[in-house]
């Protein structure tokens, strides 16, 4: 069947691959000049890197088979991770249990009770239990009012900025049985995972597989508008380079995989239930500074900032975490924000965000000297991150839409788990799955 796939971040990469693995023969079209979406990557320093800090955990257990089905497990390296937290003027390491127990910020009985509750959750199955309240409460009567604003908050603003205070137990949980997952015996050690050249290997290969099995691929390509015929899906139009006339392709199946608010601008006539059902869940965008730096600026690689004046909330160095041998001598750090789209905080451009960022990166190494910063970028991610509230199972949308034929695969659909690119692996083989069974005529 010619099926047509919208969006070429790992989500539709992996659709359009599983798809194309049975037989059908698929058409991928994304807006931008590269593929990757969220995972897109840049060039630096002669090899590739992510535009936004990219890791994978050990228990990425549908991406890590992704990675051998396509012959680049060697590729992959396993590194111990360094995260920290920054209060008041200190960097503190956070890794192990120990690492806990050291921890001055909280008196000793709040050190246990947050150990002893981590434990908890990691043991606790029932996750539905937690969805109708917030991480807020919960921690507070489990825990206490210090160690959140210490620990979880930061933690939870390095995801969800303003919300934080309003995101759901159930993601929290889900938070911490992942991360435990990957750890090893005792908890001594995190690993974490990342390619060789960046996951722009991944995307390569899924390109190249993609074609081999005679499925086509075309970048820059933005869809315009989704072809509905009777309340079916006929086609997609696609906007044309040069102002020319939109295109149209013919396609009985088509597989959107961009954020739901995308999804609504390109289809048209959607009933109004479905609309505000769509509309239901919101999303954060992400703004990433990285910098190019001749020195580094700590020796974490994942610092979660707990101060609440810092005007960004996280700094990921990615040379912390491989080594800037990789990226000729220079070490590489993102500073990290989450703010809605249409914050004018977001649109900032990168000089000024980075001079508003200078004195807190003195605060956190005083040595921190703005001349050390050889290059600047910065990426936006506008559906960087779906709001996780209570009780968000009842307002995630499904992968049928009320269009015959048209299907939505997105990161809205990932919960409780946090989304990643392992849950859009996943997501892309389900939405593979199910349409073909929905096609073959089965009922599920
Ligand atoms: C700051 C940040 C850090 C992250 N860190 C990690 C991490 O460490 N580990 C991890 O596993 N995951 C991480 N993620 C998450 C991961 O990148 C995403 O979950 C995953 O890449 C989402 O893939 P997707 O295909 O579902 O969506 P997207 O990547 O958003 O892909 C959707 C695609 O649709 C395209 N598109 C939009 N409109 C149109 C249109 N009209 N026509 C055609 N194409 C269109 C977009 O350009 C995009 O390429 C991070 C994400 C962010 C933002």
């Known amino acids: ?19 194309a693995k049975r037989g059908h023969e698929v058409s991928l ?3 931008e000049p590269d593929l990757g979406g969220q995972a897109a990557t840049f060039p630096v320093e002669g090899t590739r890197l992510e535009k936004f800090y990219h890791h994978i955990f050990t228990s990425d257990r549908e991406m890590i088979a992704l990675i051998e089905e396509l012959g680049l497990a060697e590729e992959m390296r396993w590194l111990p991770s360094k995260v920290g937290i920054y209060y008041e003027g200190e960097i503190y390491d ?11 910020p909280l008196g000793l009985l709040q050190r246990l009770r947050t150990g002893i509750v981590t434990l908890y959750l990691q043991q606790f199955a029932n996750w539905r239990n937690l969805e109708n309240v917030t991480a807020l409460e919960w921690v507070r009567r489990n825990v206490g009012q210090q160690p959140y604003e210490v620990i979880f908050r930061p933690l939870l603003r390095g995801k969800f900025g303003q919300y934080a205070d309003e995101i759901s137990m159930a993601w929290l949980w889900s938070k911490f049985k992942h991360r435990v997952a990957s750890r090893g015996p005792a908890m001594q050690r995190e690993l974490l995972g990342y390619m060789e050249g960046s996951f722009q290997r991944l995307i390569d290969r899924l390109e190249e597989r993609i074609g081999e099995l005679g499925g086509e691929i075309y970048p820059g390509s933005p869809v315009k508008r ?11 139009e ?24 995308v999804f609504l601008e390109i289809v048209p006539d959607l009933p109004e239930a479905y609309v505000a059902r769509l509309r239901q869940v919101e999303y954060l965008g992400a703004v990433c500074l990285v910098l190019l730096s001749k020195e580094p600026l700590s020796r974490i690689y994942w610092l979660n900032i707990s101060d609440t ?9 990615q040379t912390n975490l491989i080594p800037p041998e990789a990226y000729n001598g220079k070490h590489i750090v993102y500073l990290s924000n989450y703010l809605s789209r249409h914050d004018p905080h977001y649109h900032l451009p990168p000089q000024d965000l980075l001079t ?3 004195p807190f990166l003195k605060k956190m190494n005083p040595a921190f000297n703005e001349a050390w910063v050889e290059e600047l970028w910065l990426f936006r991610a506008d559906a960087a991150q779906p ?3 209570c009780d968000y199972s009842e307002r995630i949308p499904p992968l049928w839409t009320p269009v015959e034929g048209l299907y939505l695969a997105n990161t809205s659909q990932i919960y409780p788990q946090d989304r990643g690119m392992n849950y859009s692996v996943r997501l892309g083989q389900r939405a593979a799955e199910i349409v073909e069974r929905v096609e073959k005529g089965e009922t599920l």
């Open 387 to 389: 709001i996780i509230t």
């Open 309 to 317: 004046d810092f005007p960004f909330v996280g700094a990921i160095e």
């Open 226 to 236: 989704v072809i509905i015929e009777g309340n079916r899906v006929t086609g997609l």
């Open 238 to 261: 696609i906007e044309s380079t040069e102002g020319e006339t939109p295109v149209e392709h013919r396609f009985p199946l088509v597989i959107a995989t961009v954020p739901s608010f």
């Open 356 to 358: 508003t960022y200078l």
């Open 29 to 31: 079209f994304e807006s």
């Open 1 to 19: 069947m010619r099926i047509g796939i919208v969006g070429g971040g790992i989500t539709g990469l992996t659709a359009a691959y599983e798809l």
């Open 94 to 104: 956070f890794v192990t249990p120990l690492n806990l127990l050291r921890f001055r």
